[in-house]
Nanobody, 126 residues
């Protein structure tokens, strides 16, 4: 099983970026894919998640209304569209797997996630 995250970069405040998480080696319908982020000096936190088991999604309060998660069963890829970005969104973003639904992501429980992908850095700055 392998997850690969990409799409980060430097973006101005108020701008947008789309992250992708490409998954290989498993059938997504039994899993959820969560996005976590880690800013310098802070703990890793759950940002958003999509369950391919029941179709549910999760957003942290800090990103609700600005971020949108979607999944493509054919391409085995999960996307995180990030809009109205703020400097406090600056972090390394990671994707990872959890079984069935988004419980670990919702609780920001990194220990409940598996097969972490590489991180991709998003820097929001003017």
């Amino acid at each position: 099983v392998q997850l690969q995250a990409f799409g980060g970069g430097l973006v101005q405040p108020g701008g947008s970026v789309r992250l992708s998480c490409a998954v290989s080696g498993l059938i997504l319908k039994f899993y959820a894919i969560g996005w976590f982020r880690q800013a310098p000096g802070k703990e890793r936190e759950g940002v958003s998640c999509i369950s391919f088991s029941d179709g549910s999604t999760y957003y942290a309060n800090s990103v609700k209304g600005r971020f949108a998660i979607s999944g493509d069963n054919v391409e085995n890829t999960v996307y995180l569209q990030m809009n109205s970005l703020k400097p406090e969104d600056t972090a390394v973003y990671y994707c990872a797997i959890e079984p069935m639904t988004c419980g670990a992501t919702r609780d920001s429980w990194a220990g409940g996630m598996h097969h972490w992908g590489n991180g991709t850095l998003v820097t929001v700055s003017s």
